[in-house]
Structure formats: structure tokens, C-alpha cells
């Protein structure tokens, strides 16, 4: 078993400060008044204090999955569309970024798996249904193990796992956030090159109204939004097909509109997807023919048409 959080840290350079970047001669902002000041400058991420973004190393693209709010389904959609992209011949890795509570492992049917290290200290990512995955449930007891960290602790896990993973060769890495627009998701937005994000959400307002938040945090840190996914949009009764939108029929579509991005696809509401997502045989893989599975398929279609590959 590797230490917590995972091994000994690499050390990397240290931050410098931003003032030293700049002449002593120079006048404080503040002293100007503020009619005189004009437009703000554009200073270089290292002078605004912020790291520079780099490409993960052996990956083409990284897609982040998000919500920003936890219990919509989000780790089901970032699996299947990791799936779905396989299915069409693209080399497909999924990063689980959920420190305190990863679903990655139960999902891939990966539970009780540890990776190996490399001679360069690197970890192995572990595979199954032909996609590679990292998950700091890989390096626990087992899965009913909680993760009792504060904040240093939990950034120097993501550290490695965004940093010394092995990947070898990957056309799309798939991020599965964790919910909320703090710490995590700041980390990585600003540290690694994000080529899109997938919003998810249920047509439910109270999901919307962090879902949006998340959109809006993408903005902020210059990740292109791809578009949103309408989770458990509808469902459908087994017995007589009867249609019931549970929680609200169009709210995904009604955001997407206001906020000038793309519904990528809707997900229904249905027991197979759940009950084989708690087997570990997410449902393009065990059902790969059905409606449901049709569904993720279209949805990775689009990401792929996005991204362009």
C-alpha cells in the first residue's frame, strides 16, 4: 500500500511572489485616483500570481465532468461517456478528481484494485471495459475507508494524481469532479490545460441553480463550456410506458438558452442505468444496443465533434 496521500511528494519550485516581478519605482495603483487609473492592466498568469497552465503529459484532450452539485448522476454520465468515447476507437482515460467520495472504482467494477508503481514513481493507471482510470479509492482500505483530511492534505493527493499518473498515450482524459466550485476545481482549472467542461444537471431548479454557478466558474478561469446533459430527465413507467417527468420537464434546455451553450443530450430516468452502475457494468457496456445506451452515445458524439477528433 502506497503512504498517504500516495507517496513521498515530488518537490516542485515555489511560487514567487508577485511583487518581485515588479520595479520598486513603480507607483501603487492605489495612490491614482481612480478616474486616472483607466483599464485594468492584462498581466501574464506567472505576474498575477497564478501558475501556467500545462498539458498533462501523453494526453491529447481533458474533458471535465461536472455539477457543482452532488446526487444528479454526475459520476454515472462522465463513465458511460468514457465508455461511449472508446467505443469509438479513441484511447480513453477517466481521472476520478473526488477525494473524500470516489465512485469511479464501484462503477468500473475496479473495487479492491492497487495500482503499481513505476521505477520513475509513477502510478499505473488501473483498466477495465477498455478505458484506464485513477481513483484515490484505489490506494484506500476499501471502499467504506473515509478519507479524513483537511485542505493541504486533500491538494497533495490531487497533485499526484494530476501529475503522476502514467497515462501513456490517452486521445481524451475524462475528469470526474467532485461537487462545488472550491479548492479542487480551482486546482485544476488553473494548473492543467482543460480543453471543455460537460455540465450536469437535472431539469430540477434547485440542481440548476449550482449548475449554472459551475458554468459560471468555467468562465471565469477561460475552460470552453461544451455544453449540458439533462439527467433523469424523464421517466418512463416499465408497465404501460407512461411518461412522468419527475423533476420538471425543460429546465436544462431553458438555462442552456439563457446562457448561450448547448444541450448535449438528456438521460432518462430508468432502473437499469442505477442497477447496473451498482453491479459495475455501466449500461453502454452491458446494454450497448438499448435506448438508454443510445443516449450516452449521442451525447459523446458531440463532445468528440467539440473537441475536434
Known amino acids: ?178 461537487p462545488g466550485t472550491g479548492d479542487v476545481q480551482l486546482t485544476i482549472t488553473q494548473q492543467i490545460v482543460v480543453d471543455g467542461a460537460v455540465i450536469v444537471s437535472t431539469p430540477q431548479d434547485i440542481a440548476l441553480i449550482d449548475a449554472v454557478k459551475g458554468i459560471n466558474m468555467f468562465k471565469k478561469v477561460d475552460v470552453p463550456v461544451l455544453g449540458m446533459v439533462q439527467n433523469m430527465s424523464v421517466f418512463v413507467c416499465p408497465n404501460c410506458n407512461h411518461e412522468t417527468h419527475i423533476f420538471g420537464s425543460d429546465g436544462v434546455q431553458r438555462e442552456a438558452e439563457r446562457l448561450g451553450t448547448e444541450v448535449l443530450g438528456s438521460i432518462p430516468l430508468h432502473p437499469r442505468i442505477c442497477t447496473l452502475s451498482d453491479a459495475g457494468m455501466p449500461v453502454v457496456v452491458a446494454e450497448p444496443d438499448t435506448a438508454n445506451a443510445t443516449a450516452y452515445k449521442t451525447i459523446a458524439d458531440k463532445v468528440l465533434h467539440k473537441l475536434g477528433i
Open 1 to 178: 500500500m502506497i503512504c498517504a496521500p500516495l507517496r513521498p511528494l515530488i518537490r516542485r519550485p515555489a511560487c514567487i511572489p508577485i511583487y518581485s516581478h515588479l520595479s520598486s519605482s513603480v507607483t501603487p495603483l492605489l495612490a491614482i485616483p481612480s478616474k486616472d487609473r483607466g483599464p485594468a492592466p492584462t498581466l501574464p498568469r506567472m505576474a498575477r500570481g497564478l501558475p501556467k497552465k500545462i498539458k498533462l503529459r501523453g494526453v491529447e484532450k481533458v474533458v471535465a465532468v461536472s455539477s457543482a452539485k452532488g446526487g444528479v448522476g454526475k459520476s454515472t454520465v462522465a463513465v458511460n461517456l468514457a465508455l461511449s468515447l472508446a467505443m469509438r476507437q479513441k484511447r480513453v482515460g477517466i481521472l476520478d478528481t473526488d477525494i473524500f467520495g470516489p465512485s469511479i472504482p464501484k462503477l468500473l467494477n475496479l473495487s479492491g484494485g492497487e495500482p503499481n508503481v513505476t521505477e520513475s514513481n509513477k502510478l499505473l493507471p488501473l483498466s477495465n471495459y477498455g478505458v484506464k482510470a485513477m481513483s484515490i479509492g484505489f490506494l484506500l482500505p476499501n471502499e467504506e475507508s473515509p478519507v479524513v483530511w483537511r485542505g493541504l492534505m486533500v491538494m497533495k493527493a490531487l497533485q499526484q494524481l494530476l501529475h503522476d499518473v502514467e497515462w501513456d498515450g490517452l486521445d481524451v482524459l475524462v475528469l470526474d469532479l467532485p
